[in-house]
């Protein structure tokens, strides 16, 4: 029987991801938007709209992301797997060490 594997979730700042390339990505920032169904994150070099279902993060908090990426015309639509909090992570030093 065939095993079906979930592709990797490169990590990237949102301003490098490509659409035409990426499937899923993991992105770390903060929250600045919160609605119904949605979070705006922004990680320093771009802004992300993230569908989810239930968006337990508050605006202003940071998080780690993973989220689906579909290609549409004009961009994409990132759908979110999982946002997972980050309290207390120090956003300055996470950039140095990994950009």
Avoid: H, W
């Amino acid at each position: 029987m065939e095993q079906f594997k979930r592709a990797a979730a490169r990590r990237c700042k949102i301003s490098d991801i490509k659409p035409e390339k990426d499937i899923r990505v993991r992105i770390f920032g903060k929250v600045i938007d919160r609605m119904d169904d949605m979070l705006v994150i922004d990680d320093g070099t771009g802004k992300i709209e993230m569908i989810t279902e239930n968006p337990a993060a508050e605006t202003g908090s940071s998080v780690f992301a993973i989220a689906r990426i579909l290609p549409l015309e004009s961009g994409y639509e990132a759908r979110a797997e999982l946002v997972n909090g980050a309290p207390g992570l120090d956003a300055e030093l996470y950039r140095k060490v990994f950009g």
